[in-house]
């Protein structure tokens, strides 16, 4: 018998392919109890809660959602190295009933791997609404393991499921599954290949295991074993494989005729010809026009929601608590030297203030993405989306990260996350900075009245479909350069609409605000200090601190497009978030913030420097906290070194190209 | 006047049932048998993890003629660009 984790905890692995419900029951069995971190060296999201039970402790590992364990994403090599390296004492496998077929093949890959499998079958209530009939007894007969039959939202079989945990975790001698086996005009290639490896397989791979993933072609395991073997074995192992190339699809039905046998006798099926609620909401939810159409209400809704409630929240936020602790710090420091009341107050309070105002909108974004991937209506949206994105060198569930970023750029990288194909997710990662953010807006909304008076708003869309196209271009361009055109292919499942689960999207949102918080909050107030020094230090004013300095060093760059160095500096300190920009410039110029200094500006800059100003605005660099979360999800200084230099670049570029343009037509 | 994609979906059309067709020629509310499927290593997983393989009946529940359209496979609705669609070979079933 298989012992339990030293100190006697019971490690259980929650598996599952996407949309059956699989954080639902984590949730269920955790709370708040849960750790939300990424597995080593991936930006693939880990989470482990524990749970007491009849007096044994458990630890539950949510495994990444995977439909199968073949290595093709990061999230199935992570899910089959865990199984086989930490070997759970249990693997909950979490299967769909209504989707009961399919969702079985994750099953079918898990009872291949030396841990103990009970299978979950949850919503059995969707199931018999679709109108099937499942006997989860003659199921358990036929797959020999534990099937217990649930309602994870309803909370039906939660407790039958932890009782048959705790019983095989200590009972694993009788563990006795039917293991699929390999289709017939396959089982001698396979039972050849085991025995040119036999023995060289390193611990702790099962050997039967290694020899059909080579079967199937699987990259890692090739790789891995080419290393293993000497020259000569591999050779001959290459051969029989070259021979069997087209093994990965007759592996595959073999697993499908297995599962088609195991649940023969159990599942009635519906007859023919039932139109469910899912058909006929997305008769409309993913017609071509109406679907558009629907996707565009719900934008307006999140962005009517982000103006009436974030807005004000963001405000009342900074006056009462920024505000209040800046006074509180000003009371406390009043007899203190100036310069640690200014510290206090600009560099770290005014960091705190930065991240702090933050939260409400990306609250109300995790909340309506995480809704809209509850119910399922994400992976509609990248259906109407995908035809229009894949132009750019995107995939369709770029689109709903992407245009979140018109309201903030932070949860538009981070809701960069639902992609699953790498190279797509990294490029929508690479442009999200390029969407117009409020932040961004309300410094075009303060200058450009001043400078082009009745043609401001004119200018404003202007900004927003320049940003725009320059975000489509460089899409095109970055994906033919570096991704060399290759597109990630769609095939997508489109899951059934349910009923959304308050405490899953309540979970997510918090999980999601508090990592922010703690992960990009250090880097953003480690920036914010560091600037505030900068533009303080030597002498405690703005006009002769380093950051001038920088500036005037800088001033040559902006010659091309007018700028002096007091632009400049508004541009630099603007990394901390954009609206610095206005209140620098207040500074800069010697008129505080107000009407005052859009007419100072207006006397001492021509309208094709303030064009050029007002583009470069737009297509800078991000703020800090972009940048963090920039570099947080693609867990890569290069990546996010590429994208700062791409996008100085870009704003550099096309500020020159519009400065000589608006002079060229006398502006 | 008929442009050159009504042509090309009109001859798709006249196909005769238990033909064999790209999957992407059949229409909303037809069933086919898959019979073949070409593409690389990727794809191809990512297919028969999706419940496409060869012998498996399925119906097309959303096809306008351009974009992705949606299948029906293994009781999954499933998503597919046009291009992977076309890579899937189907038996027209009447």
Known sequence: MRSESQDGEILVALAGQPNVGKSTIFNLFTGLSQHVGNWPGKTVERKEGTLAHNGTTYRLVDLPGTYSLTANSTEEVITREFIIREQPDVVVALVDAAILERSLYLVAELLTLPAPVIVALNMMDVAEQEGFRIEPEVLEAALGVKVVPMVASKNIGVRELLDDIDEVAHNSNAYKPKRPEIRADHREVLEEIEKLVAGCVPAPYPQDWVALKLLEGDHEITEMMRGCLSDGQWEAVHDVLRAHDDALVAVASGRYEWIGRMIRAAVTRPKAGQIGLTERLDRWATHPFWGLLILAGILGLTFWLTYAVGAPLQGALDTYVVGGLAGVAHTWLAGGPGWLDDLVVNGIIGGVGSVLTFLPILVIFFGVMGALEDVGYMARAAYVMDGFMHLMGLHGKSFLPLFLGFGCNVPAVLGARVIESRRARLLTILLAPLMPCTARMTVIAFLAPAFFGPAATLVSWGMILLALVVLALSGVLINKTIFRGQRAAFIMELPLYHVPNPRTIGLLVWQRSLSFVKKAGTLILAVSVAVWALSTLPHGEIETSFLARVGRWLEPGGRLMGFDWRLMVALLTSFIAKENSIAVLGVLFGTGEGVGLAKTLATIFPLSTALAFLVVQMLFIPCVATVAVVKQETNSWRWTFFNLGFLLLVSWGVGIAVYWIARLVGL | ?94
């Open chain 2, 1 to 94: 006047m008929r442009n050159k994609w009504e042509e090309h979906r009109a001859t798709a059309l006249s196909v005769p049932d238990n033909e064999i067709v790209p999957l992407d020629a059949l229409r909303a509310g037809e069933h086919g048998v898959v019979v073949e499927m070409n593409g690389g290593r990727g794809v191809l997983c990512r297919m028969t993890s999706l419940g496409f393989t060869p012998g498996v009946e399925l119906a097309v529940v959303q096809n306008f003629g351009r974009g992705p359209l949606i299948a029906l496979v293994r009781d999954a609705r499933v998503a597919l660009g046009r291009g992977e669609a076309g890579r899937i070979y189907v038996r027209r079933k009447p």
